[in-house]
């Protein structure tokens, strides 16, 4: 939900482009698609055991490959105050990974002929106003209505603490601008979310979490997973933390009511494999309806997104790559799923902001899975003179987001946490070293650097335009590598 989007930003999938993941020594790279299971096993642990040490909050992994575990396993304490550690059947909540079964509920609805993706969805929320605009199902579910994040509302965040009824949550959003025309531009709303948990309940005559636990938990014997709830008992559920520069505290809390359809289930590594097998088969929707989450949404100037429906889709070296996270107070998530590969990756962690890009890890996993490990790209030399002039402030959504700097002979980038460096590929294009993305800088006709792209594990790219702002002050933090 708060993908503090990176961050989760907000944004989930994008900012969180300069956390760098340190990888293993290249002669453990080495690993051949060949390898036996055991072993494959044993060096993805020697990555993740440092990352999630036995003293501090921690995560639950589960590594599959055609229906086969290859890594099962909790790592950390699932409670810090008790010393209770990460069992692997525990249950985290997900955050915005809610979207993909919101999604698919909306898929089960239209494949049972009670609602289209085409509805314009005044159809099924009379009262929602759309500012004279036609704002579709699909719109809704790859985030290109324009309807304002609810995230960014600084109305939402200071009632936080405080259960709100669905209309009263749809209140705090609804008399808002559209940021943009449905259909025209691209950028992440759980609002968007919200309003598709509200058709659900339309259409269904169910709450939107009775309609996840009858008709998706309960047929997949997804046992460990709920409609998170605070003042239900949840069986095997962890205790969410936030990392501090002094150590950890307790997550602040939230109530569940607000992230709703966009992000307030919870489940376990385990039932999320059970989810991932079902996507195989035709038990919850067809397979030609189910494709379609699995399409990057294409803008009306004919760009895709690279969004589907609840999914990130991307391409590995020929391997298709579905992925999401999620960021809420207390828990950061990350799911992939290589489909031609039958490859899924779950990572559960119990604090809100890892030390890790939970996304770069999945990917380094599920990449020494199919036995393709990620091999940076050779460098090159490019003069200062050109690499001045890539140094500002680049916006996203109007607000400060990425800060480049010229150090030196080489350029840095940073969000917030410590700064990474950037190589150089090609003119206007550079990577940060061991991590599967790419910084791409546009000019005018003039010659004049206007626009930062990122593309996150080769995914969609992200444009964030270059403003007159004055960098802010220098990083205390030495640039990471």
Do not use: C
Request: aromatic share 8%; proline share 6%; glycine share 8%.
């Amino acid at each position: 939900m708060r993908t503090k989007l990176p961050n989760s930003t907000k944004m989930i999938v994008m900012l969180a482009v300069l956390v760098a993941l340190v990888l293993l020594p290249a002669a453990t790279m080495a690993q051949s698609a060949g390898q036996n299971d055991e072993a494959l096993a044993g060096l993805i642990d020697e990555m993740l055991a440092p990352m999630f040490t036995p003293d501090a909050p921690g995560a639950a992994v589960i590594v599959v490959r055609d229906g086969d575990i290859i890594l099962r396993k909790g790592y950390g304490l699932a409670n810090v105050e008790l010393g209770v550690p990460v069992q692997p059947e525990m249950v985290f909540r997900l955050a915005s990974v809610t979207k993909q079964f919101t999604a698919l509920a909306i898929l089960m609805l239209s494949e049972e002929g009670k609602l289209a993706l085409s509805d314009d969805i005044s159809k099924h929320l009379p009262d929602y106003p759309t500012h004279g605009q036609t704002i579709t199902i699909e719109h809704l579910l790859t985030h290109t209505a324009g309807v304002k994040d609810l995230e960014s509302l600084s109305a939402r965040r200071a009632l936080s603490h405080n259960d709100l009824t669905r209309e009263e949550l749809i209140a705090l959003f609804k008399d808002e601008r559209l940021d943009f025309a449905p259909g025209e531009a691209w950028s992440y709303s759980n609002s968007g979310y919200v309003l598709l948990g509200a058709i659900i309940e339309q259409v269904s005559g169910l709450s939107y979490a009775e309609f996840i636990q009858q008709r998706i938990f309960t047929p997949l014997g997804m046992t460990h997973s709920y409609y998170d709830d605070t003042t239900h008992l949840m069986p095997g559920r962890v205790a969410g933390y936030s990392r501090t520069a002094d150590g950890y505290t307790n997550a602040e809390h939230m109530s569940m009511t607000h992230p709703y359809a966009a992000g307030s289930l919870a489940s376990s590594v385990d039932d999320l494999a059970r989810w991932d097998a079902a996507l195989y088969t035709g038990k919850l929707v067809k397979p030609a309806t189910l494709r379609r989450a699995f399409k990057p949404y294409v803008l009306k100037n004919g760009q895709s997104t690279g969004y589907g429906y609840g999914w990130v889709m991307g391409n590995y070296e020929g391997h298709p790559i579905a992925e999401h996270n999620g960021g809420i107070n207390g828990f950061h998530t990350q799911v992939m799923r290589l489909p031609a590969d039958k490859v899924y990756v779950a990572i559960l962690t119990n604090m809100d902001n890892p030390p890790v890009d939970l996304g770069d890890l999945a990917f380094s996993i599920a990449a020494r899975v199919i036995g393709r490990p990620y091999q940076d790209p050779l460098a090159i030399t490019l003069p200062a003179s050109m690499l001045a002039a890539y140094e500002g402030v680049y916006l996203f959504n109007g607000q400060p987001a990425v800060v480049i700097r010229h150090e030196d002979d080489h350029l840095t980038l940073q969000t917030g946490g410590p700064a990474s460096v950037l190589r150089p590929l090609a003119a206007d294009e550079f990577f940060i070293t061991s991590a599967p993305s790419r910084i791409k800088f546009t000019r005018n006709d003039t010659g004049k650097v206007t626009e930062l792209h990122l593309q996150k594990r080769f995914t969609l790219w992200l444009g964030l335009p270059k403003s007159d702002q004055p960098l802010p002050a220098s990083p205390t933090e030495e640039a990471y590598e």
